[in-house]
């Protein structure tokens, strides 16, 4: 995984509420058995007209949003299903950052685990950087600050102190959790003697 | 202290607190299914691991596997790969699957109950966010993703921390014709489909006890409609009178020792939630959506709501966005929404309760002649319950499709598919823009509500018919 430390992008504004991931990515994109590739079913209802042409209004069809790697949008993003193929697309297309009033546990969940920070704040302030993204200014997110730059706007943000220091340094979960062997070992032994039927 | 039915859970696994409460907890029981898992997999071969519990682990295909003759096998050549990979995957590692071919197959909520590998007071992941259903046995589930999937599979732990609780009591006596569907639907509707995010959701009260398994199984399947990490519901004598003698409950004094765990685990009296939710069972009506998201929920009694009356700028964007996809125009009655398919099946309700439902409406009547309807069993195990009680033949005579198990129409990954603009009765759990086929538009609803709406053609009041 990619450390995740500082960023600076105009970030894309996507102003709607209860952005689902079957949305971020439709159905037909699951059927892959790899992580990668997915950058081109990225919101693609949205993003493609039934003949697979990109939409010229769609957000992430115009430049400089092309390139952006901060997504702001609506409240409860990425609820629904649990498929980590939303991130994966995201990350693919380039997002490293999505910022939001709320989300859905699960895919909040997911983006740690991909190098995806996502960031919650309240709703003025993800209006006001929806404002700046249309306006084409840049923003910068610091994480070891837990600060978001814009000229001289400075948003604080809160992030889980475990997930801040994995995505700082790109650790991978199942190489710290088996440094815990012996807990899970003597955990085990308990289970078996006590529910034998498990 | 008095403590509730998920504080209970999630003391007996904790397997190691670090000093900022974030917890290693012990995972009883791993379902896994091929769209969600050869990353996973690819991940344990790259670096080398093995799947930590193969006992606790239990493999199908559901969501791509074709709901027409199997013997014809797979068309989708990226749909077959999935499968083929998924077989390649079980045989490497050593866990138990049941293919295409085994009569047990089925969709991975509805197989786990059935088997009695989903047993109360576990912890039970699957990387699909309907795991929640397993909730209905008192067992703390919940979806997660390819990562987890894969850190379960290595370690048998997910990394977590407590979630907040919520009590959702539902009391009194529901009206006729209102079912489990119903009453989820209702409490989405109230809270949202944000509502319940963070919290694990215990529903109570005496509607929910009075409920089948079945029908507790529908309404846990749902709270991740309305947000929630989980939903429980207290194991009863009902509970243990579904798992007794299933092939993979426990046996001899085994269940003994079982049941007295399991009866120790319902919330004690004066056990505090961070929320509290009362809910009285007089007020639910069949009920059925009109928007995109689940919570666009209304009694079938109701019009298309518009979106004038809404005050909040980001909610009435949605609902003008809804509508204008959807087809509706505000102020239409429900019931005068005419409808091209029906779709009865889904891990909401694809069990045989859901089916006999459905075949009592049905029974003797027609099909409409411009409605397309199919029925597809929750697994081989319910569609050889439903023959042998006759539903089949009802279904046939009646005109509608009666399919193999799977996952279908409810996500449309197999053949099975709306086309754009097409308006579907479902009895699955998501509305969503193109869940169910580009341009696709779904109404959910309870099982009896979609028989009846295949035999008008419209969205019907089943009190009415
Ligand atoms: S039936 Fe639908 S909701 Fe249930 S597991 Fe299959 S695709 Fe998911």
Known sequence: MQPFVKLTSIPAPLPLINIDTDMIIPKQFLRTIKRTGLASGLFFEMRFDDHGAPKPDFVLNRDPYTSSTILVAGDNFGCGSSREHAPWALLDFGIRCIIAPSYSDIFFNNCFKNGILPIAIPQEQVDALLKVGSDKKEITIDLDQQKIVCGNDVYDFDVDPFRKQCLMNGLDDIGLTLEKESFISSYEEKRAEEKPWL | ?465
Not at chain 2, 91 to 106: A, L, V
Not at chain 2, 129 to 141: I, K, P, Q, V
Not at chain 2, 213 to 233: F, K, P, V
Not at chain 2, 444 to 461: E, Y
């Open chain 2, 1 to 465: 202290m008095a403590k509730t039915l998920f504080e209970k859970i999630w003391d007996a696994h904790v397997v190691h607190k670090a000093p900022d409460g974030t917890c290693l907890i012990y995972i009883d029981r791993h379902l896994i299914h091929e769209v969600t898992s050869p990353q996973a997999f690819e991940g344990l071969r790259m670096a080398g691991r093995k799947v930590r519990n193969i006992q606790a682990t239990l493999a199908v295909a559901d969501h791509n596997v074709p709901t027409t003759d199997r013997a014809l096998g797979i068309k989708d050549p990226e749909s077959k790969l999935q499968i083929e990979t998924l077989e390649q995957n079980v045989e490497e590692f050593g866990i138990t699957y049941f293919g295409m071919s085994d009569k047990r197959q089925g969709i991975v909520h509805i197989i786990g109950p059935e088997q009695g590998f989903t047993q109360p007071g576990m912890t039970i992941v699957c990387g699909d966010s309907h795991t929640s259903t397993h909730g209905a046995f008192g067992a703390l589930a919940f979806g997660i993703g390819t990562s987890e999937v894969e850190h379960v599979l290595a370690t048998q732990t997910l990394i977590q921390k407590p979630a907040k609780t919520m009590r959702i009591t539902v009391e009194g006596d529901l009206h006729d014709c209102v079912t489990a569907k119903d009453i989820v639907l209702h409490i989405i509707g109230l809270i949202g489909t944000a509502g319940g995010t963070g919290y694990v959701i215990e529903y109570a009260g005496s509607a929910i006890r009075n409920l089948s398994m079945e029908g507790r199984m529908t309404i846990c399947n749902m709270s991740i409609e309305a947000g929630a990490r989980a939903g429980l519901i207290a194991p009863d004598q009902t509970t243990f009178e579904y798992i007794k003698d299933r092939p993979m409950a426990p046996q001899g004094d085994d269940w003994d020792r079982a049941v007295t765990w399991w009866d120790s685990l319902p919330t004690d009296d004066g056990a505090l939630f961070d929320k509290e939710i009362h809910i009285d069972a007089n007020d639910i009506a069949p009920s059925v959506t009109w928007g995109t998201s689940p919570q666009d929920v209304l009694p079938i009694t109701g019009v298309v709501p518009d979106p004038e009356n809404e005050s909040d700028p980001n909610k009435k964007a949605a609902m003008l966005r809804a509508l204008d996809y959807m087809g509706l125009t505000a102020g239409t009655n429900l019931t005068d929404v005419v409808i091209d398919k029906v779709f009865i099946g889904s891990c909401t309700n694809g069990r045989i309760e859901d089916l006999r439902a459905a075949a009592k409406v049905i029974e003797g009547q027609h099909v409409s002649p411009h409605v397309q309807a199919m029925i597809v069993p929750g697994s081989g195990l319910v569609k050889e319950q439903a023959e042998r009680e006759g539903l089949d033949k009802i279904f046939l005579d009646a005109g509608f499709e009666w399919r193999e198990p799977g996952c279908s129409l409810c996500l449309g990954m197999n053949e099975d598919r709306l086309n754009a603009g097409e308006r579907c009765a479902s009895t699955s759990n998501r509305n969503f823009e193109g869940r169910q086929g580009r341009g696709s538009r779904t109404h959910l609803l309870s099982p009896a509500m979609a028989a009846a709406a295949a035999i008008t053609g419209k969205l019907t009041d089943i009190r009415k018919l």
